[in-house]
């Protein structure tokens, strides 16, 4: 698998533009994945991993070979994640939270065509449940937990994508936990 | 031991898998006998479960497609070299073209004598052709080892071959002017013309295939 991504890396690096839509097709879901747990929500989640891909192209010549491609493409990922949590725009979003309605999204006063069978209802409740007190929390232990738990890397991973040491990845994981524990412990 | 903050680091230790057998026991002692602890430890356990739980989502499905598209434009030696290769015919075509433009240096070799082409309202004068005032020549005007004088309207492209052009003040040609006088230049416009004739060929083939 490595090997296969070095190999199209250097075929990018030569210019061939092919070689990179393979890239793409492995990593997009954790990519998008990463953003959309660290924004919560699905458009600005396309777009800040659409921009992490062409970042990525554009600058594939700064990418050392002998570093994991999947750490450096992650780290661009979370970076721009983080700086579009800092200067969020007053966007309106379907599935925005309606301000004052706890767990009620625009989609839900958008006439819903389809009727889910109520344990499916009751699983994306949790799941709505579990992502709204991810997003709760300080960005820095955001970035730290969903690495760590939902894309389950590595300590040294994380510090790496993180650009932190070891020693305060853990520290932010430490306090991440007690603070989802404090938010969870009625769900 | 009391429940203090070193039960909660040792807690921390053991979700990081970093805690050794020896903590591992002092910890499991001190839960074996504090609610309190017990209680804080599985309620780390369970949010670490609920993150964990949060199903995979998906990118959309033309996520690839929009980042390609949205990639700039790569270089074009790679475009090329990789065209090439997906189209071995066009390819051994071009090779063809290529090795056709050695034989055109002989051509050359016998193209010393003044031409041009016929147009009956072109007048010639020894080596100098003249597209007379007042005159409108149709078609393209091609003129070889001569001097050409536009003095009326030429309805097509102008190209001289080692020779000269004047353009009068009244002159208009409505295509394109070329003035040739390098063996290069010349070999370079005899390769451009066949190219363009080829793709020509190409877009007919193209068409009619559609």
Known sequence: METLIKNRI?????GDQNAFAEIVEIYKDKVYQLCYRMLGNRHE????AQEAFIRAYVNIHSYDMN????????RIATNLSIDRIRKKKPDFYLDAEVAGAEGLTLYSQVAADVELPEDQVESLELQATIQKE?????EKYRSAIVLKYIEELSLKEISE?????????KTRIHRGREALRHQLRHV | MSCSTEVIQLMHKYLDE???????SKLREHLNQCEECTQHFHELKKSIAFVQSTSHISAPSDFTMKVMQNLPKEKKVVRITRWLGSHPMITAASLFILLMTGSLFSVWEGNQEFSVSKQPNLVIENNTVIVPEGEVVKGDVLVR???LHIEGKVDGDVTVINGERYLAAAGEVSGEIKVIDEMFEWLWFQIKTTTKDALHLFDNDKNEAE
């Open chain 2, 18 to 24: 970093e805690i050794t057998s020896e903590e591992e």
């Open chain 1, 134 to 138: 991810i997003l709760k929390l300080p």
């Open chain 1, 45 to 48: 989640a396309e777009d800040i």
């Open chain 1, 10 to 14: 250097s075929q990018v690096k030569k």
């Open chain 1, 67 to 74: 570093r994991k491609f999947a750490t450096w493409l992650y």
């Open chain 2, 145 to 147: 080892n001569g001097t």
């Open chain 1, 161 to 169: 994508i993180l650009e932190l040491p070891i020693g305060t990845v």
